[in-house]
């Protein structure tokens, strides 16, 4: 059904590459639509690998991503950023919840119908060192997604690899080279530009600067910026550098044990953070000057196993202004002031 | 031990190359600078400058494939580069000097107790028993904030910020005046970041102990650091006190370098440097940051002194 004439439409729009898709001047509409989205991970141990436990990475989180806009995604290590990420592209199975992408729920599609929607929505990952085939030459890898795919002809897909390649700042001799002729910040370029090649509306990018020289980040950022205004794009932006989210992302989002504790655009997240956890965060936050005093948040213990997260709001263990309300009920996720998500009782 | 008048540490003209198969590799090459008793020098510099192998050139961590190994190092006053293997192992390595490695939360030995790995230096290096080593082991947990129970517990049973902690204590408990730290938080989270560098400055007022921190990372190193120096392809490139540099760095590198640390609100876009840094192998006799530097002219076809401006020192021909 939709084989035949998506290839056909395909070649139809292959010129769209030189035009520009215009910002998007109508208000922003929402993108995809993540509903209670929860993801267990079963812990087997023994003989007969029984399930033994669950490690609650993602518990009941909703949230939207708009039409054009970047959506940060920041927290700790283990706090669940990069299990959103994967479970809305359906890489691992949602346990539960709706992930409305484009107007149809991504959660339940199956076959042929789950592998188109795959061309819309790629993935930039975090290691440019790990994540390239290192015995396939960098232009292969690129061209790997239309292949699957079948866009076009052979020729055609040559062509758009070879134009993807231009887009991210490298040359057509560079696409027979193999990965380890090329430096991490050019490596993270061939990964874009796969993820580049299909043409996606909507791009996951899994931490893409972390492993990258600060001398190198801001090339790849820009880089990530000007498509999103060329092709008009659409992302996700994983993170744990508070400072490179603020610097890419339109809202930003923060995890806290698999739950989403504060939603809000850029400027409102890190001029007034309301919940107690993005407050000791963001005063954890390091600006290169010695000369700065500033008072900071510190929290005590580290962050609780997600196999068995503490009762109530799962922050209230560390949090220093917690009340009796915290240990026992668990604060719903909720708009606090507009467009200002926040999930904490003292807010209410 | 040391006059009033002598440094701590004092390295000059410190040459550690490589042998292999296309080539010499050049990682430290002709490196001096100096540190006082309780101060922390931060050395700065992308992946493959030279950053760690200049620590293990301080520390005599010499892999197998070492062609060319010179210079001077004075702790105290003592030139130590002079000594035997086994007087450096002896009076130098933990006693004098010791390093908390990169990755130290992974290199804690799995399959024994924590204390007792922390209290393992003070046995062999400082001859004391074993219940009067894990007594030091305890007091270090506490200057490091690790609950003293985590002693009988086994590595995998901490967090990584706590074996980090770990880590760190059992670099003091030989009380050395010196601890070289190989980039000791970038695995780590933010919140766990800040902790630990509050530990750090809190070890260094309260112990009194000098700090060698290697880092990329710019910004967390402004906060313990009281001076910086920072290395390109094999070299010092600029050293001065940290107050002065972090404002306004005087080498190209070092302002193209924190030109692209993103800040916290600003409207302005990091930028980023062209190119990539030299290969340690067959360096040109030029200035070795000519080809990417934006201000770079005829001059820079030789290699440029150090040249003193203001009490601080850059190598670049601008400052001629």
């Known amino acids: 059904m939709i084989g035949g004439a998506r290839r056909r439409t395909f070649i139809v729009e292959l010129d769209f590459m030189s035009q520009k898709v215009s910002a998007q001047e109508k208000p922003r509409q929402d993108l995809m639509v993540v509903k209670n989205l929860v993801k267990y991970f079963p812990v087997r141990a023994g003989l007969l690998q029984r399930v033994v436990a669950w490690v609650q990475a993602v518990d009941d989180v909703s949230f939207t991503i708009r039409q054009g806009e970047t959506l940060g995604l920041v927290g700790e290590s283990g706090c669940g950023k990069t299990t959103i990420g994967r479970a809305i592209l359906r890489l691992i199975e949602p346990t539960s919840g709706q992930i409305i992408f484009n107007g149809t729920d991504v959660a339940t599609l199956r076959g042929k119908e789950l592998k188109a929607m795959r061309r819309d929505m790629q993935i930039i990952f975090q290691d440019p060192y790990a994540s390239l085939d290192p015995r396939m030459p960098i232009g292969e890898s690129v061209m790997e997604g239309l292949n699957v795919h079948r866009v076009g002809t052979p020729a055609e897909r040559f062509e758009i690899m070879i134009e993807t390649l231009k887009k991210v700042g490298l040359e057509d001799y560079h696409a027979r080279r193999y990965p380890h002729e090329f430096s991490g910040g050019q490596r993270q370029r061939i990964g874009i530009a796969r993820a580049l090649a299909l043409r996606p509306k909507f791009i996951v990018c899994d931490e893409p600067v972390s492993a990258l020289d600060v001398s190198i980040q801001s090339q790849v950022l820009n880089i990530l910026k000007d498509l999103q205004q060329e092709f008009g794009l659409t992302y996700l932006f994983i993170a744990h550098n508070m400072s490179v989210v603020e610097h890419i992302s339109d809202r930003v989002a923060v995890m806290y044990l698999g739950k989403m504790v504060e939603l809000a655009s850029r400027e409102d997240l890190y001029r007034s953070p309301l919940h107690p956890y993005t407050r000791a965060l963001m005063s954890a936050i390091p600006i290169p000057d010695p000369t700065l005093k500033r008072e900071r948040i510190i929290l005590k213990g580290d962050v609780p196993s997600p196999l068995n997260p503490p009762k109530g709001c799962r922050f209230h263990p560390r949090c220093p202004v917690a009340i009796d309300r915290c240990s026992q009920e668990e604060p719903p996720f909720r708009e606090v002031q507009p467009d200002h998500l926040a999930a904490c009782w003292l807010l209410e | ?320």
Request: aromatic fraction near 6%; include cysteine.
């Open chain 2, 1 to 320: 031990m040391a006059t009033n008048r002598e440094k701590l540490l004092r390295v000059e003209d410190l040459v550690l190359h490589f042998r292999t198969t296309v080539g010499t590799v050049q990682a430290v090459d002709g490196i001096n600078f100096d540190l006082d008793y309780n101060r922390a020098v931060v050395i700065l510099g992308e992946s493959g400058c030279g950053k760690s192998s200049l620590a293990k050139a301080i520390l005599r961590l010499l892999p197998r494939n070492v062609g060319a190994y010179s210079g001077k190092v004075y702790l105290g006053g003592s030139d130590v580069m002079a000594l035997s293997d086994e007087e450096f192992r002896q009076n130098v390595r933990w006693v004098g000097i010791s390093m908390v490695p990169q990755a130290a939360m992974n290199s804690l030995n799995p399959v024994i107790r924590v204390g007792d790995q922390v209290a393992e230096p003070a046995i062999i290096h400082m001859g004391v028993k074993k219940d009067e080593a894990l007594k030091l082991a305890r007091q270090m947990f506490e200057h490091v904030g690790v609950p003293d129970d985590f002693l009988v517990r086994y590595p995998f049973e901490l967090s990584g910020g706590m074996r980090q902690r770990a880590a760190i204590a059992m670099a003091l408990v030989t009380a050395p005046n010196l601890i070289i730290l190989d980039e000791p938080t970038s695995a780590l989270d933010l919140l766990t970041q800040a902790n630990i560098f509050n530990v750090l400055k809190r070890i260094k007022k309260e112990l009194g102990t000098s700090f060698i921190l290697i880092t990329h990372d710019i910004s967390t190193s402004s906060e313990l650091a009281d001076e910086v120096a920072v290395m390109y392809a094999g070299q010092i490139v600029e050293t001065g006190e940290a107050k002065d540099f972090f404002p306004a760095p005087l080498h190209p590198y070092a302002q193209m370098l924190m030109a692209s640390v993103p800040r916290l609100r600003s409207d302005q876009d990091p930028e980023f440097i062209t190119g990539q840094p030299p290969s340690l192998i067959n360096l040109p006799p030029s200035c070795r940051f000519a080809p990417r530097c934006p201000k770079r002219h005829d001059k820079c076809e030789q290699d440029p002194p150090i040249i003193e401006k203001d009490g601080r020192k850059v190598k670049c021909w601008l400052y001629a």
